[in-house]
Nanobody
Framework: QVQPVESGGGLVQAGSSLRLSCTAS????????IGWFRQAPRKARGFVAA????????YYADSVRGRATISRDNAKDTVYLDLDSLKPDDTDVYHCAVGVGARWYTPPYDYAYWGQGTRVIVSS
């Protein structure tokens, strides 16, 4: 079964940029939509962005629209999330997951096979 593996997080200053990567392990992403979500301790997981299997369609949460770009390279089985103009409020653990249902781009967000996450910390 496919297992997403996230990387690219770190400690950055406000206004900086980061590229998060989500790579497939044990399978392939190519046929599936992929989503990015964020979660803070003791808080509900929140949608950040999603991309269709072909890459033709992308969706963003209002909180990141205009500052984030989701993309994919199916030849590398990797999905990217570029975050620009980072704010302290962007601090969270970012997870990627595989879309497994029709509602991968809208609540309740049908996803499975979650990665362990990569931590983003934005200092002011």
């Amino acid at each position: 079964q496919v297992q997403p593996v996230e990387s690219g997080g770190g400690l950055v200053q406000a206004g900086s940029s980061l590229r998060l990567s989500c790579t497939a392990s044990g399978g392939t992403f190519a046929r599936y939509p992929i989503g990015w979500f964020r979660q803070a301790p003791r808080k509900a997981r929140g949608f950040v962005a999603a991309i269709s299997s072909s890459g033709d369609s992308t969706y963003y949460a209002d909180s990141v629209r205009g500052r984030a770009t989701i993309s994919r390279d199916n030849a590398k089985d990797t999905v990217y999330l570029d975050l620009d103009s980072l704010k302290p409020d962007d601090t969270d653990v970012y997870h990627c997951a595989v879309g497994v249902g029709a509602r991968w781009y809208t609540p309740p967000y049908d996803y499975a096979y979650w990665g362990q996450g990569t931590r983003v910390i934005v200092s002011s």
